[in-house]
């Protein structure tokens, strides 16, 4: 079974600071997908990494995929209310099924 | 990418009955994806249902208690039968969207008294 860790599990900030979200396995995934969830919706694709050592950004956000395909990590800069959210990373398989890590509650102070 | 219409979004039931949850989806997709998310926490896979075939269910769920349909290539849904508190719970259709990543309905959020 393919397990995915991530952490810190809570995390509350101020406005205007940066934060890491972490996902860890001991499996390799072809590619690994980060999504953000709101209350009352389903999670949202925000973006998908496949290369070992790639890095995305999108706008304050930075990916990036480890060299072993086993972990990643999203960095967010300047953090604004509106990134509150649930964070979940999740790994795309063989059977083109996602397996999700255990989420990150971020919570963004004015 | 594809947009999926789930309903119910929320609902009450009593012990013993059942629920159906539809998922709606606008496109043709081949595989649709069923999950259970404790709110706040990770989504966990229920089972992976092909149009014309079987669903595969993982482990720990049974066709008994969480029977699937997928009549056609835009539509299922998932029952959750004999129902009891342990099943409160938010439950999410889902498909793959090619290189859009995976997309998902809105939930249902499912309460057993």
């Known amino acids: 079974t393919q397990l995915l ?3 810190p599990q809570f995390l ?3 406005e205007g600071e940066n934060l890491t979200v972490y996902c860890n396995s001991s499996s390799v995934f072809s590619s690994l997908q980060w999504y953000r969830q ?15 050592g790639e890095v995305k950004k999108l706008k304050r ?6 060299d072993a395909r086993k972990d990643s990590s999203l960095h967010i800069t300047a953090a604004q209310p509106g990134d509150t959210g649930l964070y979940l990373c999740a790994g795309a398989g063989s059977a083109r099924q996602l397996t999700f890590g255990s989420g990150t509650q971020l919570t963004v102070l004015p | 990418s594809a947009v999926i219409s789930q309903k119910p979004s929320r609902d009450i039931c009593q012990r013993g009955t059942s629920l159906t949850i539809q998922c709606q989806v606008d496109s043709q997709v081949t595989m649709m994806f069923w999950y259970r998310q404790q709110p706040g926490q990770s989504l966990t896979l229920i089972a992976t249902a092909n149009q014309g075939s079987e669903a595969t269910y993982e482990s720990g769920f049974v066709i008994d208690k969480f029977p699937i349909s ?3 290539l835009t539509f299922s849904t998932l029952t959750v039968s004999n129902m009891s508190p342990e099943d409160s719970s938010i439950y ?5 969207g090619g290189g859009h990543g995976y997309t998902f309905g809105s939930g249902t959020r499912l309460t057993v008294v």
Do not use: D, M, Y
């Open chain 2, 70 to 72: 997928r009549p056609n």
């Open chain 1, 5 to 7: 860790e991530q952490s």
């Open chain 1, 61 to 66: 956000l930075t990916f990036q995929f480890g």
């Open chain 2, 92 to 96: 999410l259709c889902s498909t793959e």
């Open chain 1, 12 to 14: 509350s900030i101020q």
């Open chain 1, 38 to 52: 709101e209350p009352g919706e389903g999670p949202v694709l925000l973006v998908t990494v496949v290369t070992g």
